[in-house]
């Protein structure tokens, strides 16, 4: 069983409509979740962090966790062209050698048309 | 200033050979790692180096070694170079060992080994 799952997609919306991106977690322990984007042949960009159950809002993205269901989404509202990038999910946990570490989704790829 | 730079961006280089790849952070982070992506975008932990102590040591060949002269630089270096080594290798840094807040990726290191 994988420890961080993702839809790979391509989960295609159009412009202006909201987006919804799951991920699904093994670790009952984890305790920190991050959503990042990567733009083709870019580096990941941290764009959400949630940290406790219930909804995190900023701007256009609002984290949503459930600990209890062991589920954390990332929905963005008014999706833009410039919203296209593969999302990845990470999830703290796996404490391995006296050290925490992301384990990351192999990424929902999101297609925003016109 | 680039918070987490990296180089070489690309590195093409037959099979056998030994190369390395430097990393940098000017952000007082604690804790840096090396991740591997493959084609399919999967991100997967190397290692990691919490204040030059190695901390996270990730089921790897021998052939790749580590090394933290400080807690602003990790390089990595890999010997005999075997075609599927050929990846985007990332170096992130995080504040702490326990990477609550999440990492800081560099811009990613392409190696393609023909």
């Known amino acids: 069983q994988k420890e961080v799952e993702q839809n790979s997609g391509p989960l295609s919306v159009p412009e202006g409509a909201i987006a919804s991106l799951n991920c699904t977690y093994s670790d009952r322990g984890s305790q920190s979740f991050f959503w990042y984007r990567q733009y083709s042949g870019k580096s990941p960009e941290l764009i959400m962090s949630i940290y406790s159950n219930g909804d995190k809002e900023d701007g256009r993205f609002t984290a949503q966790l459930n600990k209890a269901s062991q589920y954390v989404s990332l929905l963005i509202r008014d999706s833009q062209p410039s919203d296209s990038a593969t999302y990845l999910c990470a999830v703290n946990g796996g404490v391995t050698g006296g050290g925490n570490k992301l384990t990351f989704g192999t990424g929902t790829q999101l297609k925003v048309e016109l | 200033d680039t918070a987490v730079s990296q180089t070489p961006k690309y590195l093409v280089t037959q099979m056998g050979n030994d190369k390395s790849i430097k990393c940098e952070q000017n952000?007082?982070?604690?804790?840096m790692y090396w991740y591997k992506q493959d084609s399919k975008k999967f991100l997967k932990i190397m290692f990691s180096y919490n204040n030059k102590e190695l901390i996270i040591n990730e089921t790897v060949p021998n052939r790749f070694s580590p090394k933290s002269p400080d807690k602003a630089h990790l390089n990595l270096h890999i010997n005999s170079l075997e075609l599927g080594d050929s990846a985007v290798y990332f170096c992130?840094?995080?504040?702490?060992?326990?990477?609550?807040?999440?990492?800081?990726f560099g811009s990613g290191t392409r190696l393609t080994v023909v």
């Open positions: 992130a840094s995080s504040q702490d060992r326990n990477s609550v807040y999440g990492y800081t």
């Open positions: 952000l007082g982070h604690d804790t």
